[in-house]
């Protein structure tokens, strides 16, 4: 009996498919789609069978917000090292974000710091916490500016092709979540054209964006963080002793002030629409050998301390007299394993 009510629940999932599929989510940029995809939507919540479809199909707010803040929590635990204040921020912050059903604003992190401290990382990790295909669900959303906004020429096309692309999405999804890379190559003034999306708004025409997740990536304002750790250091304290009010007001300044960034002069920092510019902390030699033992592990492999602690070696460190600081972070751990375990 079991068996077949299982063979009938799944047949009566496949017929329903094609009824229930939803538009897909609206790539950079097409606003006809987000209408379409608003539309289907709409459609998809008239069905009397909305589990049914969810266990066939990802659906929008899959995750309970208690689970996905769970799983946050493990993941970075698990898997990001030498990151005790982005830890800590991010998931109070998203925690805080998720089980707060009256949100008043969307929820919008910044993160900043040298390339391969793990702000990708943690965006991804964020993703995949919201839901189980992670940054390949249709509910995440990337930008990157250099690939999405080459020409300065174009802003102006760029910030009305954002506006209904953000638009489209969270119409299809409220809890939908954008990650914007390459923050510090954006051109400046375009990242200003979703700042009503960030405010306080109830609805702007017709539409919420209360739930949403802004997360943005830029290498701005890592001079400054780098400071801040050196003199710790240099004062004999441990980096985790160096708290948020340490560098917070400091790094937004510097980031607003920082003319090759797509913050500068905004609007977002300037009106305090981003919640937390978190700052991502220069990795230390112990760090690299723990990134490099990760991968080795993930990859199957025995770890062999000798080749573990060789390609710790072989990276770069500053300043070059103390050399405290990998200046790739683990960025490039991965394609020294592959010269040693070929």
């Known amino acids: 009996m ?23 989510a609206v790539e950079p940029i097409s606003l006809g789609l987000a209408i379409a995809g608003a539309a289907a939507s709409a459609l998809t919540g008239i069905i009397s069978y909305p589990r049914l479809y969810c266990y066939f199909r990802e659906c929008c707010l899959q995750r309970h917000d208690q689970r996905a803040a769970a799983a946050l929590q493990e993941n970075l635990d698990k898997k990001l090292f030498g990151q005790h204040l982005v830890n800590k921020v991010v998931v109070k912050a998203v925690k805080g974000f998720l089980n707060n059903t009256n949100a008043k604003k969307p929820l919008a992190l910044s993160l900043h710091g040298w390339t391969g401290t793990g702000k990708n990382f943690v965006s991804k990790i964020v993703a995949e916490s919201l839901y189980k295909r992670g940054l390949q669900s249709k509910y995440v959303h990337q930008f990157v500016a250099t690939l999405h906004f080459p020409h300065a020429h174009s802003i102006s096309l760029y910030k009305d092709q954002l506006q209904s692309w953000i638009r489209g999405n969270v ?37 919420s964006y209360r739930q949403a997740i802004f997360i943005f990536l830029s290498n701005a304002g890592a001079e400054k963080i780098t400071e801040v750790a050196l003199d710790f250091w240099r004062n004999g304290k441990t980096r985790e002793e160096i708290l948020l009010t340490d560098m917070q007001n400091a790094l937004s300044v510097s980031v607003f002030n920082n003319k090759n960034s797509g913050f500068w002069h905004s609007t977002l920092i300037d009106k305090n629409l981003i919640d937390y510019f978190v700052p991502f902390l220069p990795l230390e030699y112990k760090h690299v050998k723990m990134c490099v033992r990760v991968e080795i592990e993930s990859r199957g492999y025995a770890v062999d301390e000798d080749i573990l602690t060789r390609i710790a070696d072989e990276m770069t460190y500053f300043p070059r007299e103390e050399r405290i600081y990998s200046d790739k972070g683990c960025k490039t751990v991965d394609a020294k394993l592959d010269y040693y375990y070929d």
Do not use: Q
């Open 171 to 207: 119409s299809i999804c409220p809890r939908s979540l954008f990650i914007f890379d390459e923050m510090d190559k954006m051109h400046a003034g375009l990242i200003d054209s979703i700042k009503p999306f960030l405010d306080y708004y109830e609805l702007l025409d017709g539409v």
């Open 2 to 24: 079991k068996l077949w009510r299982g063979a009938l629940r799944a047949a009566l999932g496949l017929a329903l498919l094609p009824l229930l599929r939803p538009a897909n």
